[in-house]
C-alpha cells in the first residue's frame, strides 16, 4: 500500500521561501505523475504543480515562476520549492498522483506567509 507522507510546511513572512518534500512508501511512485495540491480555507483544493516521470513540469498561473517541483524516482521523494511567498498560498498542501487518487491523501502540511 502507498502512503504519501509530506514535511516542510511552516509560518514565514511574505517574500520568504519554504521546501515542501513528499515521501513515498511503495514502488509505483516512480511511473507516475506526481502533483502538489493546496486547500486553503473556504476553498477548493487546487493542484499547485505537477510534474511526469521524466521530469516535465506544469504549474498553476498563480504560482509560475515562484515555485518549482522536482522529484528523486531513486528516492520516491517530490518536493516543492516556494519562493516569494504570498499571503495568498496560505493554505494546506498536500502531494498525491496526478490526477489525484482519492485514498492517497494524506494530512497534508500547513503553509502560513504573515504580511
Known amino acids: 500500500q502507498v502512503q504519501l507522507v509530506e514535511s516542510g510546511g511552516g509560518l514565514v513572512q511574505a517574500g520568504g521561501s519554504l521546501r515542501l518534500s513528499c515521501a513515498a512508501s511503495?514502488?509505483?511512485?516512480?511511473?507516475?505523475?506526481m502533483g502538489w495540491y493546496r486547500q486553503a480555507p473556504g476553498k477548493q483544493r487546487e493542484l499547485v504543480a505537477s510534474?511526469?516521470?521524466?521530469?516535465?513540469?506544469n504549474y498553476a498561473d498563480s504560482v509560475k515562476g515562484r515555485f518549482t517541483i522536482s522529484r528523486d524516482n531513486a528516492k520516491n521523494t517530490v518536493s516543492l520549492q516556494m519562493n516569494s511567498l504570498k499571503p495568498e498560498d496560505t493554505a494546506v498542501y498536500y502531494c498525491?498522483?496526478?490526477?489525484?487518487?482519492?485514498?492517497?491523501w494524506g494530512q497534508g502540511t500547513q503553509v502560513t506567509v504573515s504580511s
Open positions: 498525491n498522483f496526478y490526477p489525484a487518487v482519492i485514498n492517497f
Open positions: 511503495g514502488s509505483i511512485f516512480s511511473i507516475n505523475t
Open positions: 510534474i511526469t516521470r521524466g521530469g516535465s513540469r
